[in-house]
């Protein structure tokens, strides 16, 4: 779907979001979360964009909508907004169905990834267009934009217009019109896509601050992992138009439900192997490219013989000559012998890519402790890479 520049769609957009009286709350009981979307599915001719999804976003929760492009994820914000009507399924807002309702008849607004500004009016009436089209008075509306300009802390800027403003104030200016409204749920769509690094960081914490303070349900969408993670409560990771999984940043982190998630989430080590034994706390692998592992067991009982292992990075540790451990424990150590490849180093920490004796290549990232190099690896040095069965996550293939 191509965007439309915003000289043209942002007058829609305004007007599509105008500000409504609320209806009297259907029947909502006390653990219904605030947005209930339940099996809602959307085509554009032959290509199924969102599956018979399912999700409960709760009220004043920073949730995030993470995935590849292509995922769906935007078409399930659009239909969440109304600029997207389901084929299928219900959306329900504090117990009422608004898949059906008009954008302008719906207490959601969405920020949208090229702002929208009018070029032409300054930052107090992009603020206030919309507020102009209620039925609020002009000195609510005058109040209304003050106190939007204080919240994103453009104070002094009210009479610039948008190509007077860094890219982050144009983003501010955005987020004030959108919430100048005082939405039950605020949509972002990729909002900070536009940005570099270093404000990117800043204005998150910036968002995270603004949504703790207002209490607004905030959805996010974004391919972004290390946004996603910065930002939400809890995450839903899509790919071709369902839900893998959704969790809080750790547990998706370090118990991803699938092979999938676990490679689209993070960096991380896989071996194919098959199960030879184990009990409820351990498990025998028998792998190809690493051989013998032995790997903590999952929370849910294998079903399958062929399983993957995962190993996150940061797990991995190197050494000269293999782990520091007593007799009692050291056969539960998992050793590989390998080579020093590749060396990364990125500041706070460096990756080491490493060739086992098997040709497989197994990637090591560790924290630099040491000013200087004193503890470090080079490319050609043979080490041991080393983990503990906790560090090892089961999946089923």
């Not at 599915?41 to 004043?60: E, T, W």
């Not at 118990?255 to 030879?276: C, M, Q, Y």
């Not at 451990?325 to 460096?350: K, P, Q, W």
Request: net charge neutral; with cysteine.
């Amino acid at each position: 779907m191509t965007e439309e520049s915003p000289e043209i769609d942002a007058p829609k957009i305004e007007l599509a979001t105008a500000e409504v009286k609320p209806e009297p709350p259907a029947v909502v009981t006390a653990d219904m979360p605030l947005l209930r979307i339940e099996g809602v599915g959307k085509s554009f001719g032959n290509f199924r964009a969102v599956d018979r999804l399912s999700l409960d976003i709760r009220a004043g929760e920073f949730f995030a909508l993470l995935g590849p492009s292509g995922c769906g994820k935007t078409t399930l914000l659009r239909m969440l907004a109304g600029f997207e009507t389901p084929d299928e399924g219900r959306i329900l807002l504090d117990g009422k169905d608004i898949a059906q309702v008009a954008p302008h008849q719906r207490p959601v607004n969405m920020m949208f990834q090229n702002y929208a500004l009018f070029p032409h009016l300054n930052v107090r009436d992009n603020i206030a267009f919309g507020l102009k089209r209620t039925a609020i008075t002009k000195v609510e509306i005058a109040a209304r934009v003050a106190e939007m300009v204080s919240l994103v802390k453009l104070e002094g800027m009210e009479k610039r217009r948008p190509d007077q403003l860094s890219g982050g104030q144009k983003q501010r200016v955005a987020l004030a019109r959108s919430l100048a409204r005082r939405p039950q749920v605020l949509l972002l769509d990729e909002p900070l896509a536009a940005l570099d690094k270093k404000l990117r960081e800043s204005t998150q914490a910036e968002l995270m601050e603004l949504q703790r303070r207002l209490g607004t349900t905030f959805v996010i969408v974004t391919h972004d992992q290390e946004e996603a993670m910065t930002m939400a409560n809890r995450i839903g990771v899509m790919d071709a138009g369902r839900l893998e999984q959704v969790a809080i940043p750790r547990e998706l982190y370090e118990a991803p439900r699938s092979r999938w998630v676990a490679e689209f989430v993070g960096d991380i080590n896989l071996f194919n192997g098959e199960v030879t034994s184990g009990d409820h706390n351990r498990l025998d692998v028998s792998t190809r490219e690493a051989g013998a592992l032995v790997v903590a067991a999952p929370r849910q009982p294998v079903t399958k013989a062929t399983v993957s292992v995962a190993i996150r990075p940061e797990k991995v540790k190197l050494s000269r000559r293999g782990p520091v451990s007593d007799a009692v424990n050291s056969h539960a150590i998992n050793r590989l012998d390998g080579v020093v490849t590749e060396v990364s180093y990125l500041g706070g920490l460096t990756v080491y890519k490493v060739k086992l004796d098997s040709g497989a290549v197994m990637r090591s990232s560790m924290a630099n402790t040491a000013r200087l190099d004193i503890d470090a690896y080079i490319a050609g040095q043979r080490v041991v890479a080393w983990f503990t069965p906790d560090d090892c996550v089961v999946l089923e293939q």
